[in-house]
């Protein structure tokens, strides 16, 4: 079975710095996605940004980038220039041929002003 | 619907009571999700309808869960005689075809809190 594993419960940057998010995951798959959601308070899952492991470059959205290390099985979230608004809980997710999403337990991101 | 909709948003019930959960899908959307979500845990995988198909079941953690899908659209999750450990948001997502590819939509899900 597949696993995602998010090894920082809580992590805090200040407002405008840079922070990274540590995911690590398991699979014999070679066909794969991987994840990065975004929960805030309001508890809806938000796409953050999303990987296609047969995809060697890393991929970009604005602010936030990914470090995808496939031999390593490692999926880190890197957020630049850090908002008040980025405070929230984030997922690392994972989803093959099976369609269902496989998550770690999540990293509670802090924003200091 | 422009999102995913769940109702209700919030329900208190008794132990030992049985509770239904909505969800309401995107419009067209041929894929359905649960998933619960227990505090300050990740999301945790229940059942998957897609199209016509039997549900992948294999998520639903005792026989006192169960969950429909009526039309190919609303989809109910019911659990029957409620536990304090079934205090959890349940969440649920729906895709257009493999959500993967084209993405997941989730609802603001429903929490459940059993006293």
């Known amino acids: 079975a597949q696993t995602v594993t998010q090894s920082q419960p809580e992590m805090s940057v200040q407002e405008a710095e840079t922070v990274t998010l540590s995911c690590t995951y398991d699979?014999?798959?070679?066909?794969?996605?991987l994840f990065w959601y975004k929960q805030p308070p309001s508890r809806q899952m938000i796409l953050v940004i999303r990987?296609?492991?047969?995809?060697?470059q890393n991929a970009t959205e604005n602010r936030f980038s990914v470090n995808f290390q496939k031999a390593a099985k490692s999926f880190s979230l890197k957020i630049s220039d850090s908002q008040l608004g980025d405070a929230a809980m984030y997922f690392c997710a994972y989803s093959d041929a099976g369609n269902m999403l496989t998550f770690g337990g999540g990293t509670r991101l802090m924003v200091k002003p | 619907g422009a999102g995913v909709s769940q109702s209700p948003s919030n329900k208190v019930t008794e132990k030992g009571k049985d509770v239904e959960l909505r969800c309401d899908p995107i419009s067209g959307h041929t894929a359905l999700y649960w998933y619960r979500q227990s505090l300050g845990q990740g999301l945790e995988f229940l059942i998957y309808f897609q199209g016509n198909s039997a549900p992948d079941k294999s998520g639903l953690p005792s026989d006192r869960f169960s969950a429909e899908r009526t039309g190919g659209s609303v989809s109910t999750l019911t659990i029957q005689r409620t536990q304090q450990e079934d205090s959890a948001v349940y969440l649920c997502a729906s895709s257009l075809g493999t959500g993967r590819f084209g993405g997941y939509t989730f609802g603001s899900g429903t929490r459940l809190t059993v006293v």
């Open positions: 990987q296609e492991a047969y995809k060697q």
């Open positions: 699979t014999s798959e070679s066909d794969y996605y």
